[in-house]
């Protein structure tokens, strides 16, 4: 079985623990007026089948809880709530950010959590409830909301650890890291995956929030959810700034490669212009030589006395000339 925990409380305090669902099932039956909490991980069609059959689980919730995979929502059947939370945590070795997917069934007497990846975070709140019986006797509304506020304090380290991998990109950004571009392109998708994780979960909490007065919710849990809500806002608004800033960063980046290019290939334009001009100014005297060098007869300044220091200086005022007017358009 993957059953991880199973309780069945009083009056908000561990009555029994059952070592199967058959028991747990009995219990709940015997001690009319308690709560059975049911944790699960990854469990079976079958398993599922036992449950639902049960607590009458409607058949699209036990279908997406066994697929998993499902975006964070919230869907009433008649009495029961049908959850999916999508938890997160900061990896700091991988400087990552790993997502869970944690669904919860609810109803009047009865709540089931069912993990697809590993997390403490549905351990860690059944401890914190069950040391608190006051507030574990308002029933499973109590679990859900706790289970909320879990899910959104973990929120809290990652958004930490996606800010200070965005003021490392800002430093790669002008100490021209190659690899730049790449980190932007990651964490823009790790930022997208957890507003797809966090924006769901906002109009959930005000969709209970505007249920408080028709399903009668204690006023302490209304007080913790609300808590709950003010967190959120918090995260949204930070984590909505992150995907600005990740947008401005590959902007700037994209600015800044094309300026490192226009600068080698206006580097390149001098080395051309410098190889060009020094070309011309050998090509001048090389021009004269290959006049002279040809086989004529009849040639002027052949037979001239002068002919051979006149043909010198031409070769170097031509020449001279020739570097005078690069120097000028400031070729060299």
């Known amino acids: 079985m993957t059953i991880i925990d199973n309780a069945v409380y009083v009056d908000g305090r561990r009555a029994a623990h059952p070592e199967s669902l058959e028991q747990t099932f009995e219990t709940l039956e015997a001690t009319g007026g308690s709560m059975a909490w049911i944790g699960l991980y990854r469990p079976s069609a079958e398993e599922m089948a036992e449950v639902a059959h049960e607590f009458h689980l409607h058949d699209l919730a036990v279908e997406d809880a066994i697929n998993a995979h499902q975006r964070p929502k919230m869907e009433r059947y008649d009495e029961m709530l049908f959850t999916v939370l999508r938890p997160a945590r900061y990896i700091d070795e991988t400087e990552t950010v790993e997502f869970g997917e944690l669904h919860v069934f609810t109803g009047p007497n009865y709540v089931v959590t069912i993990r697809h990846a590993e997390t403490a975070g549905v351990g860690l709140v059944r401890k914190r409830l069950e040391a608190d019986p006051g507030l574990l006797r308002h029933g499973p509304e109590a679990v859900l909301y706790a289970l909320l506020d879990r899910v959104v304090d973990d929120y809290k380290p990652v958004v930490a650890g996606l800010e200070n991998d965005i003021d490392e990109i800002e430093d790669q950004l002008f100490a021209n890291d190659a690899a730049v571009s790449r980190r932007i392109y990651e964490l823009t998708r790790e930022v997208i995956q957890f507003q797809r994780a966090v924006h769901p979960l906002k109009r959930m909490v005000e969709n209970l929030e505007g249920g408080f007065g028709k399903y009668k919710v204690e006023i302490e849990l ?6 709950v809500h003010d967190h959120l ?7 909505d700034a992150f995907r600005d800033l990740l947008q401005n960063a590959l902007v700037l980046d994209g600015t800044l ?39 004529f007869k009849t040639m002027p300044e052949l037979e001239w006395d002068l002919g051979y220091p006149y043909a010198l200086v031409l070769m170097v005022v031509a020449g001279f000339v020739l570097w005078l007017v690069f120097k000028w358009k400031q070729w060299l």
């Open 233 to 239: 806002e918090q995260i949204v608004s930070r984590v």
């Open 222 to 227: 209304q007080r913790s959810l609300r808590d």
């Open 257 to 295: 490669t094309a300026n490192r290019q226009n600068e080698t290939s206006l580097a390149q334009n001098e080395q051309v212009k410098r190889i060009s001009s020094w070309a011309a100014i050998f090509f001048a005297p090389a021009l004269v030589t290959g006049i002279y060098g040809m086989n």
